[in-house]
């Protein structure tokens, strides 16, 4: 705790402290913190020769987005490359949906969009700022690298594989017309009904 | 740091969004610097675009309550009160093997599983209030 903060009430003075430690901030294997849930105990208050800020022993809940394999979620495509799609929920940006966990049949187009081919022939884009539901299919905590190269992507400490393979996945475009039709036909499972 | 426990719970986008709330998190960006962090407020509108928006604590009770029957995991039913499913599509999104889980029935005889669905799915629309319509018209 350091001596400027020591002015406010103690609480206070711990949380913004965490904070400052965890906040957006990726913790490896538990995710994304988001906010600091609760303090439940506060111990100490002891000062170390040398230094001239307390140090307690907090016992306290974060809030991490850590989306299990298997939840849905809905985000929007920020890229396309030849490897997949990336997609981003507002505050978390590393979601990338590669080739081989797309609907089946779909293909990279002509100008570098991917694109889903019916069996009505229909050619489906996905497009830049489409929404689109994807299930996460692993969540993966590379190590910090030691030196990059120049051209290298920035370093994502937490990176989502999303798949959009199944019924009710892709864009909610593809979906949403659905509804209307949804009792009139007789689908079987696992097979995909579009438009 | 010490971990004491890695996971100590799941919460829904719901119960995420309600703390965020209290905590003081508002839609205008300038008026909620005060009270929560720029990132929080950044998971409190996009968690205000999405079916959690408009629940109640009362809604997902009586969600809970009337889906017992349906023998779903905690990860389906997360599913389901987070992106609340109006189709057979998303449910069968939503709930991992669907198809297979709701073919047969406790005792184990064959039931028609899109019956089942469509049963599963009235749940939904009554227990869960419907997201409010997107500000942009849908075009056909």
């Not at chain 1, 402290?17 to 303090?39: H, M, P, Q, T, W």
């Not at chain 1, 009505?120 to 700022?129: I, M, T």
Request: proline letters at 7%; one cysteine or more; charged letters at 30%.
């Amino acid at each position: 705790m350091p001596p400027h903060l020591l002015s406010r009430p103690l609480p206070d003075a711990i949380k913004t402290e965490l904070e400052r430690l965890f906040l957006d901030k990726v913790i490896a294997n538990l995710g994304l913190c988001v906010s600091v849930y609760d303090i439940r105990s506060i111990e100490g208050g002891s000062i170390h020769p040398g230094e001239g800020c307390s140090t307690y022993k907090v016992s306290f809940r974060l809030l991490m987005f850590k989306p299990f394999n298997g939840e849905v979620l809905v985000g929007r495509i920020i890229g396309y490359d030849d490897k997949g799609l990336q997609v981003s929920l507002d505050f978390f940006s590393d979601i990338s949906i590669p080739g081989h966990l797309m609907q089946f049949g779909t293909v990279r187009g002509p100008d570098g969009r991917w694109m889903l081919k019916t069996e009505d022939g229909d050619e489906l884009y996905l497009d830049l700022d489409d929404e689109i539901r994807f299930l996460v299919s692993s969540t993966k905590y590379p190590p910090i690298p030691i030196d990059q190269k120049e051209d290298d992507p920035p370093f994502a400490p937490m990176q989502i594989v999303g798949s959009i393979k199944g019924d009710g996945l892709g864009l909610l475009a593809w979906w949403a017309a659905d509804e209307e039709e949804g009792r009139r036909r007789q689908s079987k499972s696992n097979s995909i009904v579009l438009l | 740091m010490k971990i004491e426990k890695a996971n100590a719970g799941v919460l829904t986008n719901f119960e995420v969004l309600d703390f965020l709330r209290s905590r003081g998190a508002k839609t205008d960006p300038m008026g909620c610097l005060g009270a929560v962090t720029a990132s929080e407020c950044k998971v409190y509108e996009y968690l205000l675009k999405t079916p959690a928006c408009n629940q109640t604590r009362e809604s997902v009770f009586e969600f809970v309550k009337r889906s017992e029957g349906f023998r779903l995991a905690d990860a389906d039913k997360l599913n389901v009160i987070n992106w609340r499913p109006s189709s057979a599509a998303d449910a069968y999104a939503m709930i991992e093997e669907c198809g297979r889980r709701f073919s047969r029935d406790e005792r184990g005889d064959v039931r028609d599983e899109d019956e089942w669905v469509q049963e599963f799915l009235e749940i939904v629309k009554e227990a869960l209030p419907p997201p409010p319509p997107k500000a942009e018209a849908v075009q056909e």
